[in-house]
């Protein structure tokens, strides 16, 4: 069956119900998440995850590269999975796919690993620029911000995701993702603890 990932940052009701109609052919899946947000953490992506691990999804459509991620880990550990799925996934404004006669097109994921590095870049400068943002905010006295030491610290996370840190140091040679798999969270949380235990 084919399917459709949509994710877009604010919708209306109306807007899903067109493009839902638009697509009838195909399974839609849309999130109205921020991309920032990893891949397997957003409820529709998971629904998708679990219909593609049911052999109900051969053929996925995303309308650009950065609708599956903001990151380029995340997009191409996406895409890797996907593959190894032996899900055919199609950019529309590329108008390539993953697989060609059966085989993974190695023009498709030169293309793909260029934009996921892209949409990371301008994720990042567009944080810079939110940074900058708050930075006169501060200084001109119209911002706060938040208070200093209300996040966890680095042993905090560790201490709540022991099982997470032992499955990692039990399998260096996996994935992430199939380490986020062995340790039942997302591959969000996995890549958060790992980078605690690396500081």
Same mark, same amino acid.
């Given at each position: 069956?084919?399917?459709?990932?949509?994710?877009?940052?604010?919708?209306?009701?109306?807007?899903?119900?067109?493009?839902?109609?638009?697509?009838?052919?195909?399974?839609?899946?849309?999130?109205?998440?921020?991309?920032?947000?990893?891949?397997?953490?957003?409820?529709?992506?998971?629904?998708?995850?679990?219909?593609?691990?049911?052999?109900?999804?051969?053929?996925?459509?995303?309308?650009?590269?950065?609708?599956?991620?903001?990151?380029?880990?995340?997009?191409?550990?996406?895409?890797?999975?996907?593959?190894?799925?032996?899900?055919? =996934?199609?950019?529309?404004?590329?108008?390539?796919?993953?697989?060609?006669? +059966?085989?993974?097109?190695?023009?498709?994921?030169?293309?793909?690993?260029? &934009?996921?590095?892209?949409?990371?870049?301008?994720?990042?400068?567009?944080?810079?620029?939110?940074?900058?943002?708050?930075?006169?905010?501060?200084?001109? +006295?119209?911002?706060?911000?938040?208070?200093?030491?209300?996040?966890?610290?680095?042993?905090?996370? &560790?201490?709540?995701?022991?099982?997470?840190?032992?499955?990692?140091?039990?399998?260096?040679? =996996?994935? =992430?993702?199939?380490?986020?798999?062995?340790?039942?969270?997302?591959?969000?949380?996995?890549?958060?603890?790992?980078?605690?235990?690396?500081?």
């Amino acid at each position: 069956m084919k399917a459709r990932y949509i994710r877009v940052s604010s919708s209306t009701q109306n807007t899903i119900r067109q493009t839902i109609k638009q697509h009838q052919d195909e399974l839609v899946f849309i999130d109205v998440i921020s991309g920032a947000i990893p891949f397997d953490n957003r409820p529709q992506a998971i629904e998708l995850i679990k219909a593609i691990e049911a052999g109900t999804i051969t053929y996925l459509s995303v309308e650009a590269i950065d609708r599956v991620g903001r990151n380029a880990f995340d997009i191409q550990s996406t895409i890797n999975w996907l593959n190894s799925m032996d899900v055919t =996934l199609k950019v529309d404004n590329l108008g390539i796919e993953s697989f060609v006669d +059966g085989k993974q097109n190695s023009i498709f994921k030169m293309i793909t690993d260029v &934009l996921a590095n892209l949409s990371q870049m301008e994720r990042e400068a567009s944080k810079e620029r939110q940074a900058q943002g708050i930075a006169i905010a501060v200084a001109q +006295g119209k911002y706060k911000g938040r208070v200093k030491g209300s996040g966890a610290s680095d042993d905090e996370v &560790l201490t709540k995701y022991k099982g997470v840190v032992k499955a990692i140091r039990q399998h260096p040679d =996996l994935s =992430l993702r199939k380490i986020a798999s062995i340790a039942n969270v997302s591959l969000g949380t996995i890549q958060k603890v790992k980078g605690k235990m690396g500081k």
